[in-house]
């Protein structure tokens, strides 16, 4: 089945058909400015598993290695590539039509975390990122 989101105003649809993977809550420097926010849910799916249905976003390299997108309009925030991964494509977890749909199921780079962000949902936290995975 597949997830669909888009962006506030409506201008850009998409839709993300499963497995979804790597549901995370990221506290990174980077998350945390390009979206003036204290954290970002994100989660992962096959980059040929990702479509835009409506509308363009527009993106910006936010690293060398990194391209996020987001709707020109309203400016939410939707997609992450990072060229390490490029199988892959990180959508925002609140950008989906049910964000239920991918719940966290940890907590990433917590050395960039807040210091007033009391962390106590009993998720697994990681420094930077989580073990690979077998």
Request: net charge positive.
């Amino acid at each position: 089945m597949a997830s669909l989101g888009g962006c506030y105003c409506g201008r850009i649809r998409y839709e993300a058909a499963g497995p979804i993977s790597q549901e995370s809550i990221c506290h990174c420097s980077i998350c945390r400015k390009t979206t003036g926010a204290p954290f970002v849910a994100w989660f992962s799916v096959p980059r040929t598993r990702f479509k835009f249905v409506l509308g363009e976003p527009k993106s910006f390299k936010s690293t060398p290695k990194a391209t996020r997108t987001f709707c020109s309009h309203c400016a939410t925030q939707l997609t992450f590539e990072h060229e390490d991964r490029a199988d892959f494509i990180d959508i925002t977890t609140c950008s989906l039509d049910d964000p239920g749909a991918a719940a966290p199921k940890d907590h990433i780079w917590t050395l960039s975390r807040v210091p007033w962000i009391k962390l106590d949902d009993h998720l697994p936290e990681y420094s930077r990122y989580p073990p690979a995975q077998p």
